[in-house]
């Protein structure tokens, strides 16, 4: 199997000052469905690593995961990605040099969220993918990110990622906890659906976790808000884009969403 990489650098409490929070009021959100998600489109993705086991560009392979769901959840073609583009773009947002290894030093959640909303990323057809905005989730909090997840339709989380836990995925078995191991670094990936498990994307394919797997090793999240998952102005799920992005936009009228 080819060489896997992490990738995601250390959290930074407070980088993103938007918070989900602010927005959702947990207590008057209905229940979320036991099972939901568009992972059901795997049988037209071709999720790709993304260059993701030659560096460790995992924040930037998630984040166009991520809006392959997000364009064909919008009834659009899904946007294509290739190993020569993230690298690209790995290179743009954390000065990364393809013919200097050392600077190979993985992402900033934070600063690869601002890169998306003000520059987007670029796609193999040359077109740029941006976010309308971005906000912070509790990291470990379960129910938070359910509720964004069947909001916006994907997650990027940030985990410490376990050694055993790389081969529980070369396995195939399900990401739990087990005793021992170290943390080899941090690792970025999108949850894309709640199922029996939370499943997400990572090292081109989905993979599952269990919840306190989930709630032990994950330590950010930032949950981002794409126009192009939206239809006619309508997510699949039904939610307006224009009253998501106007809730947002008065959050804290003196401080515009980041």
């Known amino acids: 199997m080819a060489e896997l990489k992490l990738g995601k650098l250390p959290a930074r409490k407070n980088a993103v000052s938007f918070k989900f929070t602010d927005y959702v009021d947990l207590s008057k959100f209905p229940k979320v469905p036991k099972s939901f998600g568009h992972e059901g489109f795997r049988n037209t993705f071709k999720w790709g690593m993304l260059g993701n086991d030659e560096v460790g560009d995992c924040v930037i392979a998630g984040g166009m995961h991520e809006t392959m769901i997000w364009s064909r959840c919008g009834g659009n073609k899904i946007a294509p990605?290739?190993?020569?583009?993230?690298?690209?773009?790995?290179?743009?947002?954390?000065?990364?040099?393809?013919?200097?290894?050392q600077t190979d030093m993985g992402t900033d959640m934070q600063a690869a969220a601002s890169y998306r909303k003000h520059?987007?990323?670029?796609?193999?057809?040359?077109?740029?993918?941006?976010?309308?905005?971005?906000?912070?989730?509790?990291?470990?909090?379960?129910?938070?990110?359910?509720?964004?997840?069947?909001?916006?339709?994907?997650?990027?989380?940030?985990?410490?990622?376990?050694?055993?836990?790389?081969?529980?995925?070369?396995?195939?078995?399900?990401?739990?906890?087990?005793?021992?191991?170290?943390?080899?670094?941090?690792?970025?990936?999108?949850?894309?659906?709640?199922?029996?498990?939370?499943?997400?994307?990572?090292?081109?394919?989905?993979?599952?976790?269990?919840?306190?797997?989930?709630?032990?090793?994950?330590?950010?999240?930032?949950?981002?808000l794409s126009e192009e998952m939206f239809k006619e102005r309508k997510s699949p799920e039904g939610f307006d884009y224009d009253k998501l992005l106007s809730d947002l936009q008065h959050l804290n009228p003196s401080k515009p969403v980041l």
């Open 81 to 101: 990605f290739d190993t020569k583009t993230a690298i690209k773009m790995y290179s743009e947002i954390t000065g990364y040099n393809p013919r200097n290894p």
């Open 119 to 224: 520059t987007g990323l670029l796609d193999s057809d040359g077109v740029r993918h941006k976010i309308s905005a971005y906000l912070a989730l509790s990291p470990g909090n379960l129910q938070q990110h359910l509720i964004a997840l069947y909001l916006f339709g994907a997650v990027g989380i940030g985990i410490l990622f376990p050694s055993y836990a790389m081969q529980q995925f070369e396995e195939g078995r399900v990401w739990d906890i087990e005793q021992g191991g170290s943390i080899d670094g941090g690792h970025y990936i999108p949850l894309v659906a709640n199922r029996s498990r939370i499943l997400c994307v990572t090292w081109g394919r989905l993979h599952a976790m269990t919840n306190e797997f989930f709630q032990r090793y994950n330590d950010e999240s930032i949950v981002y």
